[in-house]
């Protein structure tokens, strides 16, 4: 039998590490998630590599310890934990409970303490263990049977210490590691220490006398500033030594028992790291992010009365039904809808159900079936049918007539499950069975259509769930208040989007390869300067070589370390540009290669070679505030700030000659809506006059008259104005700016101060919250917040800030939408032969001919003002040229 080996993890310390070291990282729900997803990677590392049969996660269960006890500054100089962090935490461990990772926190006692305690019964058991932490305090844990993994480089690389390596390394013990800290302190945890001792002092004191005890007591063999230094702080010397002692004898509950892993738990773990979006953590575990069926056990399937129709008398039968059809699925294959293959489709009455396979469905014989699904007359409730209206289309099979989209219907019910599946579905509405599309297909490379029998009987069995979906449905709907929003805005503008996506935008294929080799001189010139000023030829795209002639030959200060040396990536660059001239080539050249290899190289991939252009997929049921997401490809995200970036819009060009491309976008929609929202005075006067807000706002907090106005105090205005429809904190927005947390705070402070209604608002929709469990937009859309009354801190303050920003964000969302509505409608009745092409964020682009340039340049912007009537104007600015560049 294999040996027992227990890890410990100390939670906090890893956590706060992870944060630190991992880029930004947000999900569809908008809560950062970049702690977690380095904790998780670095766990599953550690399980992979080391085989635990035993595993703790320990966290430290609040601020005060028994420490604080004997000395009240200990850990009193350390910043507030930011919320970008202090919100990640219970997601954290919520994630570790559903993959089956034990964890442990008691009060009055730190992680270091639990982990010591049970270290100590482990190794007095002769079990082996090893203590994951980037704490040095954890080495005094060393012995014979405990190696300490210490985290060296972000989250990524460990380093294993035992009484042998630590000795290698500091000729110390492990229990001389507390008289090492005893001497010199440490200033993250406000251990005092003796003042002017650092490490190769406190080593060489430790090396003559072995301990604090004994250094103090040596003193007078000592000279000088050192003995008046040791004998004045004594006293500090001996309380930092035990300060820094790890308490060993802790009162565990847990028994080693409660700290068997065997493995992860494959049914929660899949769901909850799919919830996530951890995507490509699900893929490296081979899991399933479908969620179990909570509660009582689904209904078995019933034994459905189903037809195959694949011609002849069958096929006339499924005709003859189509006016009892109450819904239907369209099965396909692929992610890009534009490039899907047709599976089949399943139509269902309330009591029987018929599946048409593709290739009969393409056939003479099944000519009414196709006028039927092209009839906008003939009521249509399914699963995805915008994705199946695009899918159709690219066979040439027209398709109308939408009227209940189940997916889209339980996306608005709620916004925070992404793309919710219909097995998950019917599963939550308690009906019979569904089997998993990848049961039937199988999962990626494995996917295979099934025999006839087994694929007709799955995809009918899909059609019969959208039947029992639908009703309760309507239902949850009628009883959340948002059936309107639902048949007069989201269904509606599904039909919309395919519209404009099945149209496409043109794109100038000899711009963009022009643009490429424009984009490759620029590159190729700014290797060439960066190669002369470093002196030497290296790869640009290595963080090794990069590292080297950065730090090493031309001695630029190290920001921060990685497993392979020296960190480059962005944040690093972005701190050192004032430092050297070639950082900022460096961050050009990697602009330029991103923008050539995403937007050039991918823009080329993505074209369709029967139409020229591109046709993106918008997903309405991605982003928990309402907003639509691009892809296939997405160009929402085109870098616009840079010049370089605005040069792809060129290739953008209308599709007939003589035409033109025109832009509208709406001007601060977001603040617009906090004015209307909030009801602030300030706010609102500076709308009612047009005036620019940024520089209102800097008036107003820093008591200055507009033309004192700088161009800093404007930035810090605008990124405080946007940053408070964010939920922005002070630590968000000393990131931003560039400046101290302190300076951060206060500055949100004097905003406060300025705009009181703003305040109020922000106090009042938090109250709402917390009664009513959700909140709306001004259409009524919801977002639930079952984290808004939690006895966590961190849980409660994030579902605070949602709070606070869903009603702008989602209102601004439902603006623009209403105005894709009433846009499409005035073009229509107009008899207009102007097309809208994309919607991009707050701007809506349309492909308009010359003599109907004029009334578009008024039409536009009127039906955007006027989407929805709020106590301040929206305003919407027109631009339009011979592309989508000029038209900016």
Same mark, same amino acid.
């Given at each position: 039998?294999?040996?027992?080996?227990? /890890?410990?993890?100390?939670?906090?310390?890893?956590?706060?590490?992870?944060?630190?070291?991992?880029?930004?990282?947000?999900?569809?729900?908008?809560?950062?998630?970049?702690?977690?997803?380095?904790?998780?990677?670095?766990?599953?590392?550690?399980?992979?590599?080391?085989?635990?049969?035993?595993?703790?996660?320990?966290?430290?269960?609040?601020? $005060?310890?028994?420490?604080?006890?004997?000395?009240?500054?200990?850990?009193?100089?350390?910043?507030?934990?930011?919320?970008?962090?202090?919100?990640?935490?219970?997601?954290?461990?919520?994630?570790?409970?559903?993959?089956?990772?034990?964890?442990?926190?008691?009060?009055?006692?730190?992680?270091?303490?639990?982990?010591?305690?049970?270290?100590?019964?482990?190794?007095?058991?002769?079990?082996?263990?090893?203590?994951?932490?980037?704490?040095?305090?954890?080495?005094?844990?060393?012995?014979?049977?405990?190696? /300490?993994?210490?985290?060296?480089?972000?989250?990524?690389?460990?380093?294993?210490?035992?009484?042998?390596?630590?000795?290698?390394?500091?000729?110390?013990?492990?229990?001389?590691?507390?008289?090492?800290?005893?001497?010199?302190?440490?200033?993250?945890?406000?251990?005092?220490?003796?003042?002017?001792?650092?490490? *190769?002092?406190?080593?060489?004191?430790?090396?003559?006398?072995?301990?604090?005890?004994? %250094?103090?007591?040596?003193?007078?063999?000592?000279?000088?500033?050192?003995?008046?230094?040791?004998?004045?702080?004594?006293?500090?010397?001996?309380?930092?030594?035990?300060?820094?002692?790890?308490?060993?004898? %802790?009162?565990?509950?847990?028994?080693?028992?409660?700290? *068997?892993?065997?493995?992860?738990?494959?049914?929660?773990?899949?769901?909850?790291?799919?919830?996530?979006?951890?995507?490509?953590?699900?893929?490296?575990?081979?899991?399933?992010?479908?969620?179990? $069926?909570?509660?009582?056990?689904?209904?078995?399937?019933?034994?459905?009365?189903?037809?195959?129709?694949?011609?002849?008398?069958?096929?006339?039968?499924?005709?003859?039904?189509?006016?009892?059809?109450?819904?239907?699925?369209?099965?396909?294959?692929?992610?890009?809808?534009?490039?899907?293959?047709?599976?089949?489709?399943?139509? #269902?009455?309330?009591?029987?159900?018929?599946? $048409?396979?593709?290739?009969?469905?393409?056939?003479?014989?099944?000519?009414?079936?196709?006028?039927?699904?092209?009839?906008?007359?003939?009521?249509?409730?399914?699963?995805?049918?915008?994705?199946?209206?695009?899918?159709?289309?690219?066979?040439?099979?027209?398709?109308?007539?939408?009227?209940?989209?189940?997916?889209?219907?339980?996306?608005?019910?709620?916004?925070?499950?992404?793309?919710?599946?219909?097995?998950?579905?019917?599963? *939550?509405?308690?009906?019979?069975?569904?089997?998993?599309?990848?049961?039937?297909?199988?999962?990626?490379?494995?996917?295979?259509?099934?025999?006839?029998?087994?694929?007709?009987?799955?995809?009918?069995?899909?059609?019969?769930?959208?039947?029992?979906?639908?009703?309760?449905?309507?239902?949850?709907?009628?009883?959340?208040?948002?059936?309107?929003?639902?048949?007069?805005?989201?269904?509606?503008?599904?039909?919309?989007?395919?519209?404009?996506?099945?149209?496409?935008?043109? $794109?100038?294929?000899?711009?963009?390869?022009?643009?490429?080799?424009?984009?490759?001189?620029?590159?190729?010139?700014?290797?060439?300067?960066?190669?002369?000023?470093?002196?030497?030829?290296?790869?640009?795209?290595?963080?090794?070589?990069?590292?080297?002639?950065?730090?090493?030959?031309?001695?630029?200060?190290?920001?921060?370390?990685?497993?392979?040396?020296? #960190?480059?990536?962005?944040?690093?660059?972005?701190?050192?540009?004032?430092?050297?001239?070639?950082?900022?080539?460096?961050?050009?050249?990697?602009?330029?290669?991103?923008?050539? #290899?995403?937007?050039?190289?991918?823009?080329? *991939?993505?074209?369709?070679?029967?139409?020229?252009?591109?046709?993106?997929?918008?997903?309405?049921?991605?982003?928990?505030?309402?907003?639509?997401?691009?892809? =296939?490809?997405?160009?929402?995200?085109?870098?616009?700030?840079?010049?370089?970036?605005?040069?792809?819009?060129?290739?953008?060009?209308?599709?007939?000659?003589?035409?033109?491309?025109?832009?509208?976008?709406?001007?601060?929609?977001?603040?617009?809506?906090?004015?209307?929202?909030? !009801?602030?005075?300030?706010?609102?006067?500076?709308?009612?006059? !047009?005036?620019?807000?940024?520089?209102?706002?800097?008036?107003?907090?820093?008591?200055?008259?507009?033309?004192?106005?700088?161009?800093?105090?404007?930035?810090?205005?605008?990124?405080?104005?946007?940053?408070?429809?964010?939920?922005?904190?002070?630590?968000?927005?000393?990131?931003?700016?560039?400046?101290?947390?302190?300076?951060?705070?206060?500055?949100?402070?004097?905003?406060?101060?300025?705009?009181?209604?703003?305040?109020?608002?922000?106090?009042?929709?938090?109250?709402?919250?917390?009664?009513?469990?959700?909140?709306?937009?001004?259409?009524?859309?919801?977002?639930?917040?079952?984290?808004?009354?939690? #006895?966590?801190?961190?849980?409660?303050?994030?579902?605070?800030?949602?709070?606070?920003?869903?009603?702008?964000?989602?209102?601004?969302?439902?603006?623009?939408?209403?105005?894709?509505?009433?846009?499409?409608?005035?073009? =229509?009745?107009?008899?207009?032969?102007?097309?809208?092409?994309?919607?991009?964020?707050?701007?809506?682009?349309?492909?308009?001919?010359?003599?109907?340039?004029?009334?578009?340049?008024?039409?536009?912007?009127?039906?955007?003002?006027?989407?929805?009537?709020?106590?301040?104007?929206?305003?919407?600015?027109?631009?339009?040229?011979? !592309?989508?560049?000029?038209?900016?």
């Amino acid at each position: 039998m294999d040996k027992d080996k227990l /890890i410990l993890i100390d939670g906090n310390n890893v956590i706060y590490r992870a944060f630190f070291a991992m880029p930004p990282l947000t999900n569809t729900a908008g809560q950062q998630t970049n702690a977690v997803y380095g904790f998780t990677t670095m766990l599953l590392r550690l399980i992979e590599e080391h085989k635990p049969t035993h595993l703790i996660v320990a966290f430290d269960a609040g601020k $005060v310890t028994f420490r604080h006890e004997g000395y009240q500054d200990y850990k009193g100089g350390r910043q507030k934990t930011p919320p970008e962090l202090s919100e990640q935490f219970p997601l954290l461990k919520d994630l570790l409970k559903n993959l089956g990772v034990p964890q442990y926190e008691i009060v009055n006692y730190e992680a270091d303490d639990i982990i010591g305690t049970i270290s100590r019964e482990a190794d007095e058991a002769g079990r082996e263990v090893m203590i994951v932490s980037g704490d040095k305090d954890m080495l005094q844990l060393a012995s014979d049977h405990t190696k /300490i993994a210490l985290i060296r480089k972000g989250v990524t690389e460990i380093e294993l210490y035992g009484p042998e390596e630590i000795r290698s390394k500091y000729d110390l013990t492990p229990e001389q590691i507390i008289d090492l800290k005893g001497l010199m302190g440490d200033a993250s945890d406000n251990i005092p220490g003796v003042p002017g001792v650092g490490e *190769k002092t406190a080593l060489k004191l430790l090396a003559q006398f072995g301990s604090v005890e004994g %250094v103090i007591a040596g003193t007078g063999e000592l000279k000088g500033k050192m003995k008046e230094k040791l004998e004045t702080h004594a006293d500090d010397a001996v309380m930092s030594k035990k300060l820094a002692t790890i308490f060993r004898e %802790v009162p565990l509950t847990h028994s080693w028992e409660d700290m *068997k892993f065997s493995g992860l738990k494959s049914d929660t773990a899949g769901p909850a790291l799919a919830k996530l979006e951890f995507k490509s953590l699900l893929e490296r575990l081979n899991l399933s992010g479908h969620a179990p $069926v909570d509660g009582e056990v689904a209904a078995p399937a019933p034994e459905l009365d189903i037809v195959i129709a694949a011609g002849g008398s069958e096929l006339d039968a499924a005709v003859a039904a189509l006016p009892e059809v109450k819904a239907l699925h369209v099965e396909t294959y692929g992610d890009n809808p534009h490039r899907s293959e047709v599976i089949g489709v399943a139509l #269902s009455t309330p009591e029987k159900h018929y599946f $048409v396979p593709f290739e009969t469905l393409k056939s003479g014989e099944a000519e009414a079936l196709r006028a039927w699904l092209a009839d906008e007359k003939s009521p249509k409730n399914g699963y995805d049918l915008h994705r199946a209206d695009l899918a159709l289309h690219w066979q040439g099979i027209p398709f109308a007539g939408a009227v209940h989209d189940v997916q889209l219907a339980a996306y608005l019910l709620d916004p925070t499950e992404a793309n919710q599946n219909l097995s998950d579905l019917v599963a *939550k509405y308690g009906l019979p069975h569904l089997a998993a599309d990848e049961e039937v297909f199988g999962k990626g490379a494995k996917y295979k259509v099934p025999e006839l029998a087994v694929l007709g009987a799955h995809v009918a069995a899909k059609s019969a769930a959208v039947l029992g979906v639908v009703p309760k449905q309507e239902q949850d709907l009628a009883d959340t208040a948002m059936l309107k929003l639902f048949h007069d805005l989201e269904m509606p503008l599904s039909r919309i989007l395919a519209d404009m996506e099945k149209q496409g935008i043109l $794109v100038n294929q000899d711009g963009l390869k022009e643009l490429g080799r424009e984009f490759e001189r620029t590159i190729a010139g700014l290797v060439e300067q960066i190669y002369e000023i470093a002196g030497t030829e290296f790869n640009l795209n290595s963080t090794k070589q990069l590292g080297e002639i950065l730090f090493d030959k031309l001695g630029l200060p190290v920001v921060k370390k990685t497993k392979t040396g020296y #960190s480059t990536d962005a944040e690093v660059l972005e701190k050192l540009a004032p430092y050297h001239d070639i950082v900022q080539m460096i961050l050009q050249y990697r602009t330029i290669a991103k923008l050539q #290899s995403t937007y050039v190289e991918g823009l080329l *991939k993505e074209i369709a070679p029967s139409t020229g252009k591109v046709h993106t997929f918008y997903r309405q049921t991605i982003a928990a505030t309402g907003r639509l997401s691009s892809q =296939f490809p997405n160009l929402q995200n085109i870098p616009i700030r840079l010049e370089e970036g605005r040069k792809i819009r060129k290739v953008f060009v209308p599709s007939e000659p003589g035409w033109s491309i025109l832009a509208a976008d709406y001007s601060q929609i977001e603040l617009r809506v906090l004015a209307h929202i909030s !009801d602030d005075a300030r706010l609102k006067d500076a709308f009612l006059h !047009d005036m620019d807000i940024h520089t209102k706002t800097a008036m107003d907090v820093f008591g200055v008259p507009a033309e004192a106005v700088d161009s800093n105090m404007r930035r810090s205005a605008k990124a405080v104005n946007f940053g408070i429809v964010y939920g922005i904190s002070d630590y968000g927005l000393s990131q931003n700016l560039n400046i101290t947390r302190k300076e951060a705070a206060k500055f949100i402070d004097a905003y406060f101060e300025v705009f009181q209604g703003v305040r109020r608002y922000m106090d009042d929709i938090v109250k709402e919250a917390r009664k009513a469990g959700y909140v709306t937009t001004l259409l009524e859309r919801r977002r639930y917040l079952p984290e808004i009354n939690a #006895s966590n801190f961190n849980q409660r303050s994030f579902a605070e800030r949602t709070a606070m920003n869903t009603p702008i964000q989602g209102t601004a969302a439902d603006i623009i939408k209403l105005a894709m509505i009433h846009m499409d409608r005035a073009l =229509f009745e107009r008899g207009l032969k102007s097309r809208m092409l994309l919607q991009v964020h707050d701007e809506l682009v349309f492909e308009v001919p010359e003599d109907e340039l004029e009334i578009m340049k008024t039409l536009v912007p009127e039906v955007m003002e006027a989407a929805l009537k709020l106590s301040v104007p929206l305003k919407a600015e027109v631009s339009y040229g011979s !592309d989508w560049y000029e038209a900016k």
